[in-house]
């Protein structure tokens, strides 16, 4: 079978994870196929070429009829976690070579008087910072022109030193960069092969140390985000797939690999963020627009909200502890999850968590020298697991094991097996409940009018118990939770988005002068989405302010209308009403606009698969078993349900198990269970 | 359940332990969005917390230390004026006053009792830095304060709010009072809004586990931080352990130092602190009532004992405190207090500091234990007003296995310094140097984290400048045969070419071409120098932490570099 003579379309996502890659097909008019291989933690690359071949065998997909190639990699965010980024320097204003280390002097532990720095200063120790003569001021006029001779023995020493990239951070470069456009041409004729990051182009907002770290962290990642592409495409090219190779944004679209390799300091929440538009995605196929993705790991849980089918963007994250100052999506990470361990403390009490199992050795119940209990443990104990029928029986799991665990807390409390895996349950839910809480607190949301939609393996467990601890009435389970990220690439639109700095009190706005603005940052994205193949008439361009207060010094982004009237009062008015939503007041102070931002979006497919959802045949039904659940005494018989026999329509009632090879979904007492049309299971609380 | 009624059930203690650091935590939540003034949001200045019906702390928000143990006075005074079973539901109590339980005046304490089917079941808290609250200087804190009457307006415990109806008497009495008063009607309605989420929280608890379990669980939660505290405190060596520090000045006696004298006795499970030998109350605001050393001591516990044990009152049941009447510790009214976060910082370093010989582990050599607060004012040439100012803080000290980290916020507060972009985007003032200081941080097996070197020129127009520093007299010192760290030193230099070495507080006026540079302390060594490893001297070398002659001078090192 060849490319061309099959004349076949396919679209396949790939989202590599820690243990799992897990690989999504979908073909036009056709159902979607999902695949889980082994992760190749080395070079992660080699799981997706071997993948190549399974696909070949297993749907006999030829690799020239693969038209598009969608990826989300931990790769940018691994080199931070595992400190294995490149060896990189940092040149700055003269005065300014410590910016880095030094900070904002604030500690991240309260109580801790051995301290740790706070600082990322590993990017770039003293001996790899230089300082050059230049400086811009306040209103963006130069004070001191680049010294270029300075600039090129600063660059030349680092190279020396072994540099693979260099991060350029000049005091006000975000209102004129001049100097950092005339620094990047001097050293790219000295040295055409070294990477370069301007602060300008990675993060052109004031705050200098906040610019400096997304900066540097920018370069860190470059080389080893470019060698792992590069070896991928390779890799793709010599399988003989044509496709281009796109790759998950942070904010939740998509890309060009070719342009990724430019801006990786954007690919950090690469994985996450497709999880989140699968959320957004598979919400939308079953008219729930208002929603809080919950996705259950085994040393953590990662919480995201979506309102009005928009995912949060937030305007800094947190990377390997370290705030980085680069839009992506709200993703908030708990350190709560299927591993953590429950023990008890020196008083008797009964303690979940913060130490963790993680996957290895893992919980005890897999075996593998792990003896402590941990929540998987109660999961079996409880009933709400089958020992058999773990990741759709490719993983047989110890029963023994996790009784014997859990034994010996329960022991020491004075409790039954079952009540003391009940408690383990009670306690980690409070905790997840408490931080889905804070997440929607933040964001000036009462999560009671969302649905909960639980991501990955594990969360469809604790899915009822979490939604009955927040009082939300509603849960919907994606047909396939466990490769959601995946099918969420799919999913996502080709996005670029362009800021620029550009002060100025509302009250004074020039209209003229606010459209020169877009223009410059249209032009960008323009160029950015021009390496993308992509024809005009599919794009959407938005545009956003950062308007604040004058005198205060965060900001809201604010869609800008500038259709209307009078864009100004537009854009005051919704600063005001946004303001209220978030900060829960708004007076009639005088603000300012601070940056500009344009958004060109190719609208993804907005659908998981076209075809209509269609069961497996077979009994819906496949057993009943004792399950324990929270308030009630003793054990009662659940009834098992095999997801993939279970038809658009079907109905029942708790107590239930829903069984499928990725996932278990625990019903309790109380929620009723409904197949919609596109294969969603909707779970509702009565 | 299958759980007697009358026996507590470990799971729900800890399920509840659970949601009420949640609940804290969306009270903190809720005050840092509805504020309003750029000192709570920027500067994160105000905290919430969650009590027992008897006063006791329940769980904490994770936020400024100094705020969440000044709750438990503020909260004892307003007990005693209006008893438990005077409270009803709807009111709200506040306070602020230093000598009745307060810290200094712009610290605000809001106290609501919360109420499940009619009776009082816990206690909602929050304390915020107001922005101004009066008196003689814009912000109200006068370093040139004498008497407490200066510093803004005095409130003692009053209710804000009676069965639901505000106090207008009150709010036109503090409307009256403060330069900005929509800002801090805003940011009281901010504590308002936090307390309101505490109380609905709380109660849904009692309503779930009911009035009597809720409470015994509540005994129960501190009972056992009481005794993991206690326990931990018995592995301690018994003993009582001396430490003697001083501050520079009070502000206004500029050549009279200020001594902290602390004897630390661990004795089967308590914690005492006796600060007899301190000096006595001083003029100028430096003052601390016993609220900021019960701060101290309740940081230091937490601070020595293990982190996973949860705060809360059964932790501090292990404090005891000696604060002589009429000394820096415990001064008579009506004696100024507003720059009180000095004496606190120097207080917490003098009970870690008399610990750190026999608890080598646990307490690092000292911390810089300065927060040099900077003050700017003045106009544009076109007339234009402006006002900022910023808290720098420098080196902590360098622990038993690692070295100290360069210019960190320590011990009891933990605010954020202001960029340069933002200082001049804002004000005509440049920032000419932004860098650590080389050479600052206390030598050692283990260095001490490095101070911070800062410069300022003023562009345009006449600068009001206020400099309240510390460490300039006397320095970090270091642990275990560590050496001291760097003091602090700053200096005017005038467009003449005049030096004015500052007296550790000043207050003057900046012309156009003036430059201000400070630089602040180090933290002190750990170990002695002669253990320090080459590889390590060689690297602070490389990293510009430690110049070569120092190198040479001080860790003896051969070889040329």
Redesign the interface.
């Known amino acids: 079978m060849t490319a061309s003579a099959s004349g076949k379309r396919f679209e396949i996502g790939v989202d590599i994870g820690g243990t799992f890659t897990d690989i999504v097909c979908r073909e036009p008019g056709g159902g979607m196929r999902v695949m889980k291989v082994p992760s190749t933690r080395k070079d992660p690359s080699q799981a997706v070429i071997r993948s190549l071949g399974l696909m070949a065998e297993k749907w006999g997909l030829a690799v020239g009829d693969i038209d598009r190639f969608i990826h989300g990699t931990t790769v940018a965010t691994n080199a931070v976690l595992e400190h294995k980024g490149a060896k990189i320097g940092l040149i700055t204003t003269s005065g300014f070579r410590d910016v880095l280390e030094i900070g904002r002097q604030y500690r991240t532990n309260v109580y801790h008087v051995v301290l740790e720095p706070s600082t990322p200063v590993f990017l770039a120790p003293g001996a790899l910072r230089r300082e050059v003569p230049e400086r811009m001021s306040a209103q963006g006029a130069v004070v001191t022109p680049l010294d270029g001779a300075a600039l090129l023995a600063a660059a030349d020493e680092l190279v020396a030193q072994g540099a693979q990239a260099i991060a350029i951070c000049f005091l006000f470069a975000f209102l004129n960069p001049a100097h950092e456009l005339q620094a990047k041409a001097l050293i790219a004729a000295r040295h055409p092969k070294l990477m370069l990051s301007l602060s300008h182009e990675v993060d052109p907002a004031f705050r200098e140390y906040e610019r400096t770290v997304a900066t540097a962290f920018d370069a860190y990642v470059k080389p080893v985000v470019d060698d792992y592409l590069a070896e991928l495409e390779g890799g793709l090219a010599r399988s003989g797939v044509n496709a281009p190779l796109q790759v998950m944004q942070s904010r939740g679209g998509l890309t060009a690999a070719q342009i990724a390799r430019e801006r990786p300091v954007r690919l950090f929440l690469s994985g996450p963020a497709a999880g989140v538009i699968g959320g957004r995605i598979v919400g939308a196929s079953a008219g729930m627009h208002d929603l809080i993705t919950i996705d259950i790991g085994g040393t953590s849980a990662d919480i995201a909200l979506i309102s009005q089918s928009k995912p949060m963007i937030r305007p800094e994250g947190i990377i390997g502890g370290y705030p980085v100052r680069v839009a992506m999506v709200d993703v908030n990470t708990i350190g709560s999850g299927g591993g953590s361990i429950a023990a008890l403390d020196a008083s008797g009490g009964l303690r979940v968590g913060p130490h963790s199992a993680g996957s290895e050795p893992g919980p005890a119940c897999y075996d593998r020298g792990g003896t402590q209990p941990t929540v998987t443990d109660a999961s079996v104990v409880l009933g709400y697991l089958d020992p058999a029928f773990f990741a759709g029986g490719t993983f047989q799991l110890k029963a023994e094991l996790a009784h014997q665990a859990v034994e010996s807390v329960a022991g020491p409390l004075g409790l039954d097996k079952a009540q003391a895996a009940l408690g383990i349950h009670r306690v980690l839910n409070a905790q997840m409940a408490e931080g889905i809480r804070l997440v929607s607190v933040r964001q000036g949301v009462d999560p009671r009018g969302y649905a909960l939609v639980p991501l990955g393996g594990a969360g469809g467990v604790h899915a009822t118990a979490l939604a009955r601890e927040l009082g939300m009435t509603r849960v919907l389970v994606p047909r396939i939770p466990g490769v959601l990220a995946a099918a969420g690439l799919l999913a996502a639109p080709i996005e670029h988005e362009v800021s620029a700095s550009f002060t100025t009190p509302l009250a004074d706005l020039d209209k003229a002068a606010l459209l020169k603005a877009l223009e410059g940052v249209d032009a960008k994205a323009a160029a950015l989405i021009g390496a993308e193949r992509v024809t005009p008439d599919e794009m959407t361009i938005s545009y956003f302010a950062d308007v604040c207060y004058i005198g205060q010094s965060y900001n809201l982004e604010i869609p800008l209308r500038l259709d209307a009237q009078d864009t100004a009062d537009h854009l005051y008015r919704d600063f005001l009403a946004a303001h209220d939503r978030v900060y829960g007041h708004a007076v009639e102070s005088p603000a300012k606009l601070v940056n500009v931002r344009t958004v060109h979006q190719a609208h993804g497919s907005e659908v998981l698969e076209e075809m209509r959802f269609a069961p497996r045949e077979g009994a819906t039904e496949v057993g009943k078993r004792h399950v324990q659940f929270a308030g009630q005494s003793a054990p009662v018989p659940a009834t098992i349900y095999d997801r993939d026999t279970l038809p658009a329509g079907f109905r029942f009632t708790g107590p239930a198990i829903v069984q499928q090879s990725d996932t278990t979904t625990v019903v309790e007492p109380g929620w009723s269970g409904l197949v919609d049309d596109a294969g969603n299971l909707i779970l509702t609380r009565q | 359940?299958?759980i007697a009624q009358n026996a507590l059930?470990?799971?729900?203690?800890?399920?509840v332990r659970?949601?009420l650091?949640?609940i804290a935590?969306?009270m903190q939540?809720?005050l840092l969005?509805?504020s309003?003034s750029?000192i709570v949001?920027?500067g994160l200045d105000a905290s919430a917390s969650l009590f027992t019906v008897k006063g006791e702390t329940l769980a904490q928000a994770?936020?400024i230390?100094i705020h969440l143990a000044t709750l438990i006075p503020c909260i004892a005074r307003i007990l005693k004026t209006f008893p438990l079973e005077t409270m009803q539901e709807g009111d709200l109590y506040l306070m602020n006053d230093p000598y009745l339980g307060g810290t200094h005046l712009p610290d605000i304490a809001l106290v609501q009792p919360v109420f499940a089917k009619g009776r009082a079941v816990a206690i909602s808290a929050t304390m915020t830095h107001h922005q101004d609250m009066g008196g003689m200087s814009p912000g109200s804190i006068p370093t040139n304060a004498t008497e407490i009457f200066q510093e803004g307006l005095r409130i003692p415990p009053l209710k804000y709010r009676d069965r639901g109806v505000v106090n207008e008497t009150l709010v036109a009495m503090i409307r009256q009072n403060v330069r900005i008063p929509?800002t801090v009607m805003?940011d009281l309605?901010?504590q308002l809004?936090a307390c309101n989420v505490g109380a609905r929280r709380m109660a849904e608890i009692v309503e779930n586990f009911g009035h009597d379990q809720t409470q015994a669980i509540f005994a129960d939660l501190l009972?056992?931080?009481e005794?993991?505290t206690r326990?931990a405190l018995r592995q301690m060596p018994e003993g009582t352990y001396r430490y003697v520090d001083f501050s520079d000045n009070d502000g206004i006696e500029l050549d009279k130092t200020i001594r902290f004298e602390v004897a630390v006795t661990i004795k089967d499970g308590t914690l005492s602190c006796d600060f007899t030998g301190s000096s006595p109350q001083v003029k100028g605001p430096f003052n601390c009532v016993p609220s900021g050393s019960l701060a101290a001591a309740c940081?230091a516990v937490?601070?020595?004992t293990d982190?996973?044990i949860p705060?809360n009152a059964g932790c501090f049941r292990a404090i005891e405190l000696t604060l002589p009447e009429g000394s820096i510790v415990n001064p008579v009214e009506p004696a100024p207090v507003n720059s009180r976060t000095a004496t606190i910082k120097r207080i917490t370093g003098c009970i870690?500091g008399a610990l750190k010989d026999v608890l080598p582990e646990?307490?690092?050599a000292d911390?810089s234990g300065e927060l040099l607060a900077l003050m700017f004012g003045g106009r544009y040439a076109n007339g234009r007003a402006f006002v900022t100012g910023e808290l720098?803080?420098g080196g902590?000290?360098a622990?038993?296995a690692?070295d100290?980290?360069?210019?960190?916020?320590?011990?009891v507060t933990?605010?954020?310094?202001l960029?340069?972009?933002?200082m001049?985007?804002e004000t005509p003032i440049?920032?000419?140097?932004?860098?650590?200081r080389p050479d600052s941080g206390g030598a050692g097996k283990r260095r001490g984290?490095l101070g911070?070197i800062k410069?300022y020129e003023i562009l345009e127009g006449e600068v009001t400048f206020t400099h309240r520093g510390e460490r300039h007299f006397f320095a970090p010192k270091g642990a275990n045969g560590g050496e001291a760290a760097a003091c602090a030193h700053s200096v005017i230099h005038r467009v003449s070419g005049a030096q004015e070495v500052i007296p550790s507080k000043q207050m003057t006026t900046l012309g156009k071409g003036d430059r201000v540079v400070v630089e602040t302390a180090g933290g002190g060594g750990n170990g002695p120098v002669t253990e320090r490893t080459r590889t390590d001297i060689l690297?602070d070398i490389?990293?510009?932490?430690v110049s070569p002659v120092k190198a040479r001078e001080v860790y003896g090192l051969t070889e040329p570099v």
Request: charged share 25%.
């Open positions: 359940m299958t059930d470990p799971i729900t203690v800890e399920v659970n949601k650091e949640g935590n969306e939540q809720t969005r509805s309003f750029p949001k920027e994770i936020a230390p929509d805003g309605n901010a809004a009972d056992r931080s005794t993991l326990a940081f937490r601070a020595i982190p996973q705060t870690l646990r307490v690092p911390n720098i803080t902590s000290g622990g038993l690692s100290g980290v360069d210019v960190i916020e320590t011990d933990n605010c954020m310094n960029p340069a972009e933002a001049e985007m440049r920032v000419n140097r932004l860098a650590l984290g911070l410069e690297t490389a990293n510009g932490k």
